[in-house]
């Protein structure tokens, strides 16, 4: 970990954990000081070392602050997160089996993606929910109802994956056992939330003058007004939708898995164990250096002491399951997954499709995806080498599991 201070530049300290300087993008490196010149900045800044240019913050960026609360801080996904469960069956089954549609592996994707909407696809019927049957949302229409998501919306896109990097996973790990991982969130909940409140704080901040510049794209709402209130009730009530939303795909996931095994593998004693649900794109009222702040969280998960995280790499690639250690220099946080080095257009443009189904046929990576175009986007050499993020982060996590990609789904 660096620190970055240049006290006639900056109002609070940058702190990096990467090697130097030279590895942030020059965007980055921007969105970064203009984090660190916010009035209500706490502290300092935290840059994870997964951290790449984002819209307004960067990506893997971590903001306390305990004056405001910034939408463009947390991001349009609200409650972006994973979920992952391991089992006691060996990941070996999924290649070595055989059924009408290929390898077991492959069965099993192609039910899941029958089962699952991915990309803009929602379910055709409304969900069975007991959360959003409980859940008085009506008490969040104060203001903006046309433009805010209503509970018809939630109920069909509960249960639906989604686009971009989002995926499900059946992975192996290091002793050969068989886990599930899922990586989703609000869906277009948390967009519609999103993109009113930043609206509404850009309206705000021109109307009160604020001092900071429109160009950091970092409007920003003032905690005891009625719109900051606002934006958390609408906030919370995201990050709820999107941890039931991975509750919900992974059982339906566990569903056809276990189905699968029973059917062609025999086994029906199946045990879970590890479960780890966890957001990545937040922000959440904790205490620290001695104040009670608001910790902004985008693409970085939480790693208090003993706490359980995920940490994937790129598709097709390695991911760890974590234990935080209470690091407070980076407010008990780490990085979210490898980090992109270069933005999905890129890499489309860089790499032929072919080469990445190829890469996947040499790693015997079931690949599920119905457009296979975009494949490139997700492709591992868009993205930083998990190694190196996990091995500049030990003091802020503590590998517990290793798992590889057994098959994927993509959006």
Known sequence: MFILFHEKEQLVPIKVWLPSVDDLDEMCLRQALNLSNLPFA????????????????PIGGVLASSKAIIPNAVGVDIGCGMSFVQTNVPASLLRDISTPQGSLAQGLVGQIMRDVPQGFEHHQKRQQ???LD??????????????????DEAYVQLGTLGGGNHFIELQEDEQGYLGIMVHTGSRNVGFKVANYFNRLAKELN?????????EYDLAYLPLGTKEAAGYIEWMNFALEFARHNREQIMGRVQAIVFEGLKRYAGIKDIQISKEVNAHHNYAAKEHHFGKDVWVHRKGAIRAR?????????AMGSYSFIVEGLGNRESFH???HGAGRVMGRKEAVRQFDVQEVLA???????????RRKADTAEEYYKAYKNIEDVMAHQ??????????KTVAVVKG
């Open 206 to 214: 021109l109307k009160t003058g604020s001092e900071i510049p429109p």
């Open 359 to 369: 890469d996947f046929k040499a790693k015997r990576v079931v690949l599920g995806k």
């Open 333 to 335: 946080s780490a990085s």
């Open 42 to 57: 706490f502290k300092h800044i935290a840059l994870m070392p997964d951290t790449h240019s984002g819209y307004g913050m």
């Open 134 to 151: 409980r859940f008085p949302v009506q008490k969040l229409y104060h203001y903006g109802r046309d433009k805010l998501p209503t509970l």
């Open 129 to 131: 929910s007991e959360f």
């Open 394 to 403: 030990i003091d802020l996590v503590r590998p517990i599991l290793k798992v």
């Open 305 to 313: 002491q003993g706490e359980l995280g995920i940490i994937p790499g």
